[in-house]
C-alpha cells in the first residue's frame, strides 16, 4: 500500500536521483540508468498482471504496481515534454 512511510522514501529516492553526483557519472549514464529502471519497472508490471490473470499474486499487489508503473510513465512522459520543448527552444534560435 501507499502511505507516508513510503511516500517518504521515495521522494528521498527521487531527490537523490536528481542531485549533482561528484563521481564524474555523465547525463547520458543517468539517462541510460534511468531508461533501464523504467524497462525493469515495466517488466514487473507484466509479471505482475500475468501472476494477477492466474490468481497467483493479490490484487492489492497489482493496484500497488499498476500505481507505480503510472508514476513511473508519468515521469518518462514530462521528461520527454522538457526534451521536446528545449528542441523547440534550439530551433527558435537566431542563426
Known amino acids: 500500500m501507499l502511505n507516508n512511510i513510503a511516500a517518504a ?3 528521498t529516492t527521487a531527490r537523490a536521483a536528481v542531485a549533482p553526483s561528484g563521481d564524474g557519472q555523465g547525463a ?3 539517462l541510460g540508468s534511468a531508461a533501464e529502471d523504467f524497462a525493469r519497472q515495466m517488466a514487473q508490471v507484466d509479471e505482475v498482471s500475468t501472476g494477477a490473470m492466474t490468481g497467483q499474486v ?3 499487489q497489482l493496484v500497488q504496481t ?3 508503473a503510472e508514476l513511473a510513465m508519468d515521469t518518462v512522459v ?3 515534454d522538457r ?4 528542441y523547440q527552444e534550439i530551433l527558435r534560435m537566431p542563426v
Open 83 to 86: 526534451v521536446v520543448e528545449a
Open 9 to 11: 522514501s521515495n521522494y
Open 28 to 30: 547520458m549514464q543517468r
Open 66 to 68: 499498476l500505481a507505480e
Open 78 to 80: 514530462a521528461i520527454r
Open 58 to 60: 493479490p490484487t492489492h
